[in-house]
C-alpha cells in the first residue's frame, strides 16, 4: 500500500472585471504567498487552540513592497470588505472557492497595488485586523465604471 505521507495547501486568485456590467477583462489565475501568520492559523486550528480560521476580509491597498512570508497586515490597507460568498467544491476533497464583489462605486479613490485576505476570529471591518493569511501585488486604478469580483481559491491536498 502507498501512503502518502504530506500535504499541501496551494492558494489562488483570479479577478474578473465588469464595466457597465458588462465583462470587460478576467485577470487569469495566479498563485499568491501564503503568509507565515496563514500557515500558524491552520496549524492552531487542527491543535485545538482556535476554533475560528474563516476567511471573513479581502482588504485592497496601495503599498508596493514584495509579499514575505513574515507579513501580517498590507503595506498600505485602504479598503476592506466583508467576503461576499464562500463555498465548498461539491466533486473535489479540499477545495474552498471564495469570493468578493467590489461595487463600480467602492474602491475607486486609489490605486489598487496589493490584495490581502484576512481570517479568524479577530478579523473585522476594522483596517489591519486578523490574520493576513496570503498576500499578492495587483496593479491597476479602478474606474468608477467597473466593478470587481475577486475570486480565491484554496486547496488542501495530498502531497
Known amino acids: ?9 496551494l492558494g489562488q486568485w483570479e479577478i474578473e472585471i465588469r464595466e457597465n456590467g458588462q465583462k470587460k477583462e478576467s485577470i487569469p489565475i495566479g498563485h499568491n ?52 460568498t464562500r463555498n465548498n467544491d461539491p466533486l473535489q476533497a479540499g477545495k474552498l ?5 467590489v461595487a463600480d462605486t467602492e474602491g475607486n479613490t486609489f490605486k489598487t497595488e496589493e490584495i490581502g485576505w484576512f481570517a479568524g476570529s479577530g478579523a473585522t471591518a476594522a483596517k489591519d485586523s486578523g ?5 499578492i501585488l495587483y496593479s491597476r486604478q479602478k ?5 470587481w469580483t475577486i475570486r480565491r481559491t484554496d486547496t488542501i491536498s495530498r502531497g
Not at 514584495?66 to 470588505?81: G, H, I, Y
Not at 490574520?131 to 498576500?135: D, E, G, Q, V
Request: hydrophobic share 45%.
Open 1 to 9: 500500500m502507498d501512503v502518502k505521507l504530506t500535504a499541501s495547501w
Open 33 to 84: 504567498l501564503l503568509t507565515d501568520a496563514g500557515l500558524n492559523l491552520i496549524r492552531d486550528m487542527l491543535s485545538g487552540s482556535i476554533t475560528d480560521a474563516q476567511i471573513k476580509y479581502v482588504a485592497l491597498g496601495n503599498g508596493t513592497a514584495v509579499p514575505a512570508n513574515n507579513d501580517s497586515k498590507l503595506t498600505a490597507e485602504q479598503f476592506r470588505k466583508v467576503v461576499t
Open 97 to 101: 472557492y471564495t469570493e468578493l464583489y
Open 131 to 135: 490574520i493576513l493569511i496570503a498576500r
Open 143 to 147: 474606474a468608477a465604471t467597473e466593478s
